[in-house]
């Protein structure tokens, strides 16, 4: 994994989550998308149906900018290494260790220090997984303190993860927002709460989870939280 490891050595050197991480890579926009689905069998909606109205356009060029993707010289090599990491998560996810890892759809990201690259792992790691035919990924920031994804993104000011823990009403797709890269949703972290670590830890958010799974079974929850 030397690749990787250079990688987040540069993140740590230049400090690059801290000062370039906070760029927008991506802008929410319009689809252009026909919003005249039918709405009459809710069940059958996606989250792409409910939010016809957005979606996150991501720029390669300012994720590279941003050292969130490699340079163009070295992405081969950081695809590969990441190709090996994903591929036992992806046996405990579908394939052969599925049965006795429990959850393992659901992947949770986090370090011991803030600035360790735990972001560029998480959007590595997802643009990876999304690669995977017949296989999806939503990203989740849940990290309260430091919403780098929600911001990277431009999803800071959307209804997000904490919105939906605190409003037993919500639709869970409404949180889900569509990207411009096949395969890959966004959950942004939601307008803050002071009850942000309680409703982490409330049964409602392990529906959420849960909820993903038995919607599309083959979709990868990918969360990044705090350190």
Known sequence: MSKIVDALRKIQDDNAVGERGHRKIARIGTNGADDSVSRDDSAELTAS??????????????????????????????????????????????????????????????????GDGKTFTCINLAL?????????????????????ISTLFDAEDEAGLLDFLDEPSMDPRAIELPTNFDGLTIVSTGHFRENATELLASHRMIDFIEGIHRRDPKKIVLIDSSP
């Open 49 to 114: 149906d409910i939010n016809a109205d957005k979606l996150i356009s991501i720029d390669r060029d300012a994720m590279r900018d941003a050292g969130l993707i490699a340079p163009e010289a070295e992405t081969k090599l950081i695809e590969d290494e990441y190709r090996v990491i994903k591929r036992p998560l992806l046996g405990n996810a579908f394939g052969p260790n599925a049965e006795s890892v429990e959850n393992g759809f659901a992947i949770l990201v986090t370090s011991a220090l803030a």
């Open 128 to 148: 990876s997984m999304a690669r995977e035919q017949e296989t999806s990924v939503v990203l989740v920031d849940a990290d309260m303190r430091k919403p780098h």
